[in-house]
């Protein structure tokens, strides 16, 4: 993504996209950086994130296209990419982590909330932190992200879910550790 790309760009990005798949009653969460920053965190630049099922992705790819928005299907599989005329990126994400079967659950834990005055699913933060958690590989192991996270919404975040959802992961494991040293969780 372009470096000129400013948190403005992003969230105008988002109202056009979200509102394509709202009115055409494509069920997606906000996810990622902006799900975070939606519920009180950090704020973002990256890029926007959406999460739908995976039988609904075609079609919303298409709805974009429709709307202006250029495509990419990258070679991953678990998601597609679109970006707008500004260089917006927007991610639509339809296998988590190569999970597609826990995107109807992820879908039923988001609240409906009003963000900029378009009013969408928000992912949960716990949902989110899942998510980067099951991420980290040995080659890939960056805990910033994640304690920002958690430092700035921990109140919101139901632990016992996310150590139950993340069980199994080393990576997870020193997180949970890190946290309960910081006094976080």
């Known amino acids: 993504m372009a470096s000129d790309i400013t948190s403005g760009t992003l969230l105008d990005a988002l109202?056009?996209?979200?509102?394509?798949?709202?009115?055409?009653?494509?069920?997606?969460?906000?996810?990622?950086?902006f799900a975070v920053y939606a519920r009180g965190g950090p704020e973002t630049d990256h890029d926007v994130d959406f999460v739908l099922r995976r039988e609904d992705a075609e079609q919303a790819l298409n709805l974009l296209v429709d709307a202006g928005f250029t495509a990419e299907r990258p070679p991953e599989?678990?998601?597609?990419?679109?970006?707008?005329?500004?260089g917006a990126l927007i991610d639509l994400i339809f296998a988590p982590n190569n999970r597609p079967e826990e995107v109807a659950?992820?879908?039923?834990?988001?609240?409906?909330m009003e963000i900029y005055a378009i009013t969408i699913k928000v992912m949960s933060v716990g949902d989110v932190l899942a998510s980067k958690l099951r991420a980290l590989k040995e080659h890939e192991v960056d805990y910033d992200?994640?304690?920002e996270i958690a430092r700035a919404c921990r109140e919101q975040i139901d632990w016992d879910v996310l150590r139950d959802s993340t069980a199994g992961s080393p990576?997870?494991?020193?997180?949970?550790t890190l946290i309960d040293e910081l006094g976080i969780a």
């Open 77 to 86: 599989g678990w998601l597609y990419k679109v970006c707008d005329d500004e």
């Open 15 to 33: 109202k056009r996209a979200a509102a394509v798949l709202r009115d055409h009653d494509i069920d997606f969460a906000l996810a990622g950086g």
């Open 145 to 147: 992200d994640v304690l």
């Open 105 to 112: 659950a992820i879908l039923g834990r988001a609240d409906e």
């Open 171 to 176: 990576y997870a494991s020193a997180f949970f």
